[in-house]
T-cell receptor
Framework: GESVGLHLPTLSVQEGDNSIINCAYS??????FIWYKQESGKGPQFIID?????DKRQGQRVTVLLNKTVKHLSLQIAATQPGDSAVYFC??????????????FGKGTKLTVNP | ETGVTQTPRHLVMGMTNKKSLKCEQH?????MYWYKQSAKKPLELMFV???????ENNSVPSRFSPECPNSSHLFLHLHTLQPEDSALYLC???????????????????FGEGSRLTVL
């Protein structure tokens, strides 16, 4: 089965607040993780990634934290804006067929930003 | 605009029909993917092509038949589908560092907006 999952299916925040979206994974051998954002009617869009040799990585208003001890990944969004409303997916790079790699996605968390 | 264009955006078909989904990428990438997105389920990888060679077939039923004539175009031929095949079908592309059959993904996929398929 899938080794990547989400703690909460929905998250509602007020505009301007910080958002934290969580993800759990079960494969301790996973070494690369990605967050994607999917707005309504659109395909997923890459946000940020992190490798297992890092604990934290920052982008523009977003931070990804990786806790390998408890196999937990989180996405923090600072000063959440209405445009951040979307479904957020975590994904990990796993070995596929013939030595290739493939992305395995979690179920997603729907973030709603209230004005 | 992601550089990945999918047509049609919406498709309704009966179980005996034959139809095709088309994907075109304008990014110069060398790998292309089909994903299936159903309600309340994770994105499911269906097929992967790297340099026009199929590198992944994720146990997809034979009623789905992919075709990759070149690195810029990807098709998904559909025939005798079932109602449970109704879903959003997403195409994606990426630039892979290695040619040949072994695909080492950088993780950054560029997705199209999807083709919403309804099977009656």
């Amino acid at each position: 089965g899938e080794s990547v999952g989400l703690h909460l299916p929905t998250l509602s925040v007020q505009e301007g607040d910080n958002s934290i979206i969580n993800c759990a994974y079960s494969n301790s051998a996973s070494d690369y993780f990605i967050w994607y954002k999917q707005e309504s009617g659109k395909g997923p869009q890459f946000i940020i990634d992190i490798r297992s040799n890092m604990d934290k990585r920052q982008g523009q208003r977003v931070t990804v934290l990786l806790n390998k001890t408890v196999k937990h990944l989180s996405l923090q969004i600072a000063a959440t804006q209405p445009g951040d409303s979307a479904v957020y997916f975590c994904a990990e790079n796993k070995e596929g067929q013939g030595g290739s790699e493939k992305l395995v996605f979690g179920k997603g968390t729907k973030l709603t930003v209230n004005p | 605009e992601t550089g990945v264009t999918q047509t049609p955006r919406h498709l309704v078909m009966g179980m005996t029909n034959k139809k095709s989904l088309k994907c075109e990428q304008h990014l110069g990438h060398n790998a292309m993917y089909w994903y299936k997105q159903s309600a309340k389920k994770p994105l499911e990888l269906m097929f992967v092509y790297n340099f026009k060679e199929q590198t992944e077939n994720n146990s997809v039923p034979s009623r789905f038949s992919p075709e990759c004539p070149n690195s810029s175009h990807l098709f998904l031929h559909l025939h005798t589908l079932q109602p449970e095949d109704s879903a959003l079908y997403l195409c994606a592309s990426s630039q892979e560092p290695h040619a040949g059959l072994v695909l080492k993904s950088t993780g950054e996929l560029f997705f199209g907006e999807g083709s919403r398929l309804t099977v009656l």
